[in-house]
T-cell receptor, first 119, second 109 residues
Framework: GAVVSQHPSRVICKSGTSVKIECRSL??????MFWYRQFPKQSLMLMAT?????????EQGVEKDKFLINHASLTLSTLTVTSAHPEDSSFYICSAGRPFTGGGNQPQHFGDGTRLSIL | GIQVEQSPPDLILQEGANSTLRCNFSDSVNNLQWFHQNPWGQLINLFY???GTKQNGRLSATTVATERYSLLYISSSQTTDSGVYFCAVLMDSSYKLIFGSGTRLLVRP
């Protein structure tokens, strides 16, 4: 159980293109999803918290107009990188979980990530 | 904010060797997760361990929350254990995971 599917796994596109990445919880309802960014040989950095039915909460320094997040249902969150430029090239990974359920928080489960390359 | 430090940053082992990875955190946390990121970038849940000791095959983990550290033990290492090991602490108030900088492990045949 607890499978998170992320699509696409790899994107190569031209500068100026907008790219949408999907994150789906396949076998559970995720009230909260998170989007992370990882540069080569570095750790994961949280970009934003996505709550179903409400606006995303962005971490300091993350441009909300550049990285649009939508969490329209309990099983799907999307990240759209708008007008992508080479500096947006990175590995993006999502996680999903169910905070504060029953006996407490449940562990977060991660998608396989999306490698974005902007030419 | 809370700081999460991992050591060592890099580790090279000969296949069959044992190792211990450490995670220190600067403040009280309610939960902690260990992950293995394989060379393809996939992040695999290893342990969800707020306290105590858990074992799963050749891997085991111990968290001593009162002393703010966690240890990940790898026994009889295999080449497939190579990758980056992250610990991450879960902040209950926000449900955010704060990641350490990772330990990069290479197991040689």
């Amino acid at each position: 159980g607890a499978v998170v599917s992320q699509h696409p796994s790899r994107v190569i596109c031209k500068s100026g293109t907008s790219v949408k990445i999907e994150c789906r919880s396949l076998d559970f309802q995720a009230t909260t999803m998170f989007w992370y960014r990882q540069f080569p040989k570095q750790s994961l950095m949280l970009m934003a918290t996505s709550n179903e039915g409400s606006k995303a909460t962005y971490e300091q320094g993350v441009e909300k107009d550049k990285f649009l997040i939508n969490h329209a249902s309990l099983t799907l969150s999307t990240l759209t990188v708008t007008s992508a430029h080479p500096e947006d090239s990175s590995f993006y990974i999502c996680s999903a979980g169910r905070p504060f359920t029953g006996g407490g928080n449940q562990p977060q489960h991660f998608g396989d990530g999306t490698r974005l390359s902007i030419l | 904010g809370i700081q999460v430090e991992q050591s060592p940053p890099d580790l090279i082992l000969q296949e069959g060797a044992n190792s211990t990875l450490r995670c220190n955190f600067s403040d009280s946390v309610n939960n902690l997760q260990w992950f293995h990121q394989n060379p393809w970038g996939q992040l695999i849940n290893l342990f969800y361990i707020p306290s105590g000791t858990k074992q799963n095959g050749r891997l085991s983990a111990t968290t001593v929350a009162t002393e703010r550290y966690s240890l990940l033990y790898i026994s009889s290492s295999q080449t497939t254990d190579s990758g980056v090991y992250f610990c991450a602490v879960l902040m209950d108030s926000s449900y955010k995971l704060i990641f350490g900088s990772g330990t990069r492990l290479l197991v040689r045949p």
